[in-house]
Nanobody, 125 residues
Framework: QVQLVESGGGLVQPGGSLRLSCVGS????????IGWFRQVPGKEREGISCISSSDSSTYYDDSMRGRFTISRDNAKNTAYLQMNSVKPEDTAAYYCAADLGALCWQWKTTSWDYWGQGTQVTVSS
């Protein structure tokens, strides 16, 4: 059974940092492009970033470029999202997703193969 499990969410003060992890089980993430998304209740899911499997090329939503960094450690079967200088508007449930393929082709709109259950990030003082 394939599972993606996110962790690392929690309460963080504005301006702080957080690192989210996405661990794969039953799947070798090395062969998958990995995406991070977030969603606030009542709003559409928002694409944050994608990292390819071929050469770890990275792609970001323009609004989050510079504050968020996606990375992967294939030896640990894990992907990460480093969040810096967080703002209250970053409060959301954060999800990772995996797509079997080398590239982040149309990553915001493609149909991802697997999704995690999400981890909540709350930015508040």
């Amino acid at each position: 059974q394939v599972q993606l499990v996110e962790s690392g969410g929690g309460l963080v003060q504005p301006g702080g940092s957080l690192r989210l992890s996405c661990v794969g089980s039953g799947v070798t993430l090395e062969h998958y492009a990995i995406g991070w998304f977030r969603q606030v209740p009542g709003k559409e899911r928002e694409g944050i970033s994608c990292i390819s499997s071929s050469d770890s090329s990275t792609y970001y939503d323009d609004s989050m470029r510079g504050r968020f960094t996606i990375s992967r450690d294939n030896a640990k079967n894990t992907a990460y999202l480093q969040m810096n200088s967080v703002k209250p508007e970053d409060t959301a449930a954060y999800y990772c997703a995996a797509d079997l393929g080398a590239l982040c082709w149309q990553w915001k709109t493609t149909s991802w193969d697997y999704w995690g259950q999400g981890t909540q990030v709350t930015v508040s003082s």
